[in-house]
């Protein structure tokens, strides 16, 4: 069992550590539902009054109402990196909520807190937030040396495996729920570190797959400066590879910030991107690596030839989308529109996965000792419900959550991958990203 978590700040960490109040179903609602009940003389079981998410399953029987000293409590972590001089995205309609990330952290603790009380377990989160990634280091550190041992972060790659090493030889586990970056899952990939986060291969092995799908085999590639940038286009060059597509040339988009919402500034790139992609040989699609969305979103119906624009921009592949109704998508957004007030993002949606993965284990493991639940999540019998029509497990060799992506536009989802057809003898799912056979991970290896 967690120990109580300290939670006064260090001066350096400002509005750090407050701690996030679960969100529950409601005495109102709970009352009218009774009432309800009880007019058409229904008998309804006590579990019924959760209101929890399908795929988590009540205790058979309620317990009796425990007391405080009854319930076994465990506290969780959120970390995040706070990014002040990052450029905004160039639609004004995705600029990134202040609580992006936090929000699906605390709704999964509501669904935790749903089965929990059943149990007599209770689950808290508690946030600490800075720009400089040693200040929060030193705080988890001592987070987890009090006794807290499980971390969701938002962090970027060289924080995250920092953590990672920070952490070594304590009973914690870091969920990494933002960074894409293959390295931290390969060659430098740490065995307390788990990944709800798709990596980089996973995103660009989906969009391939659909490509191939359609027969849409010659691409032609055109990447940002940034190293990020550089990173996604190494990804989609080994998709290509892997799926049988060839990309006809590559191009390097240099790109100015300046004064781009300036009166005009439309005008220049309608200009700038038809010259751009001006003699370009035959292709099916135009593929964009932009993960800091700084031009990737002026191609689409700019471009020379009349053809699809997809990668970061367009068509782009995302483990959520706001438009998602499968799969009993449709409640899962509005519990979430409820206590946030706006759509989930993917980020959302990948601390919430973080989140309710320690819940999961807990509720069937019937114990919140991090160490027992730290032993079955990293076991072949652990799985998790997640609104994406099947159960979902992690890696064995690299601790990265397996999850079907969507291919999405701004509006709407298009599909699913992976794909039809593309098969494998475990799991299809590891058709998207690094394999078993292929990885470089060595941490897992026992």
């Not at 407050?18 to 969100?23: A, F, G, K, R, Y």
């Not at 009352?31 to 003389?41: D, M």
């Not at 997809?310 to 009993?328: D, K, N, Q, Y």
């Not at 992690?394 to 999405?408: H, I, M, T, V």
Request: charged share 25%.
């Amino acid at each position: 069992m967690s120990q109580a978590i300290p939670t006064t700040p260090p001066a350096a960490l400002a509005r750090t550590t407050n701690p996030v109040p679960p969100v529950t179903w409601g005495e109102r609602g709970s009352k009218s539902l009774k009432l309800l009940a009880l007019a058409v003389g229904l008998v309804v079981p006590a579990a019924a009054w959760a209101g929890g998410p399908p795929g988590i399953a009540p205790a058979e029987t309620a317990p009796a109402a425990a007391t405080a000293a009854d319930v076994a409590t465990l506290t969780l972590l959120m970390v995040r990196q706070l990014r002040p001089n990052r450029l905004p995205p160039l639609s004004l309609l995705d600029l990134p909520p202040k609580d992006e990330g936090l929000a699906g952290a605390r709704l999964a603790i509501d669904d935790n807190n749903t089965t929990g009380r059943f149990l007599k377990q209770n689950f808290a989160l508690e946030l600490i937030e800075s720009e400089d990634p040693a200040e929060l280091i030193a705080e988890v550190k001592k987070r987890v040396e009090g006794g807290l041992g499980f971390i969701v972060t938002d962090l970027d790659a060289k924080a995250t495996l920092d953590l990672a090493d920070a952490l070594k030889g304590l009973d914690a586990v870091v969920f990494n729920a933002s960074a894409p970056d293959e390295n931290i899952r390969e060659e430098d990939c740490r065995a307390n570190l788990k990944h709800t986060a798709p990596s980089r291969a996973m995103l660009s092995d989906a969009l391939a797959q659909y490509l191939a799908w359609k027969r849409w085999g010659n691409w032609v590639l055109v990447s940002g400066t940034a190293p990020q940038d550089k990173a996604f286009a190494d990804a989609l060059r080994r998709s290509a590879q892997r799926f049988g597509m060839k990309i006809v040339e590559e191009r390097e988009f240099k790109y100015d910030p300046g004064s781009r919402r300036s009166d005009g500034g439309f005008e220049q790139i309608q200009q700038q991107i038809p010259t751009f992609t001006q003699k370009l040989p035959e292709h099916d699609v135009l593929v964009v690596a932009d993960e800091g969305e700084l031009f990737g979103e002026y191609f689409p119906y700019r471009t020379w030839d009349a053809k699809p624009v997809v990668g970061t921009a367009g068509l782009f592949a995302t483990s959520w989308h706001p438009a998602i109704e499968l799969w009993g998508g449709t409640q899962f957004q509005n519990r979430f529109e409820r206590l946030a007030n706006r759509t989930m993002r993917p980020l959302d949606y990948n601390t919430w996965v973080a989140v309710r993965s320690i819940g999961e284990a807990a509720t069937r493991k019937q114990s919140v000792d991090r160490k027992t639940l730290i032993e079955f999540m990293l076991s072949p019998d652990f799985e998790i419900a997640a609104f994406k029509g099947r159960r979902l497990t992690y890696r064995a060799w690299n601790g990265q959550l397996r999850q079907p992506l969507f291919l999405a536009t701004g509006k709407l989802h298009v599909t699913v991958s992976p794909q039809p057809g593309f098969l494998h003898q475990f799991s299809e799912l590891d058709t998207l990203g690094i394999d078993r056979p292929e990885t470089k991970c060595r941490a897992y290896q026992k």
